[in-house]
Nanobody, 124 residues
Framework: QVQFVESGGGLVQPGGSLRLSCVGS????????MSWYRQAPGKERELVAA????????NYGDSVKGRFTISKDNAKNTVYLQMNSLKPEDTAIYYC?????????????????WGQGTQVTVSS
């Protein structure tokens, strides 16, 4: 079955960096666009970044543009999220997911399965 295993979260000070990883299995990873979402306490889950199946095109949420970078290694079935210049408002649980139709838009209302996510806390 489809699985997403996210890792790399933790506690970091404002201005710091983290690199998240997500390994996908149970599907042909190279055929899927991949995305990172996040959900902060009391807020809706939102799209953070997305990348097309071949890794040639990306899309970012306005709040993370210029600070976060998404990348994809099809040989390792892994998608990454490099997060720099972190702010307290980036605190959330981060999830990855995939789309076989290669879309870069938010699919939060279509997705039926989520992994466990990885907690990112930005605090001094």
């Amino acid at each position: 079955q489809v699985q997403f295993v996210e890792s790399g979260g933790g506690l970091v000070q404002p201005g710091g960096s983290l690199r998240l990883s997500c390994v996908g299995s149970g599907f042909i990873f190279s055929n899927y666009a991949m995305s990172w979402y996040r959900q902060a306490p009391g807020k809706e889950r939102e799209l953070v970044a997305a990348i097309t199946r071949a890794g040639l095109t990306t899309n970012y949420g306005d709040s993370v543009k210029g600070r976060f970078t998404i990348s994809k290694d099809n040989a390792k079935n892994t998608v990454y999220l490099q997060m720099n210049s972190l702010k307290p408002e980036d605190t959330a649980i981060y999830y990855c997911n995939g789309d076989p139709y290669n879309r870069l838009i938010s699919l939060v209302h279509e997705i039926n399965y989520w992994g466990q996510g990885t907690q990112v806390t930005v605090s001094s």
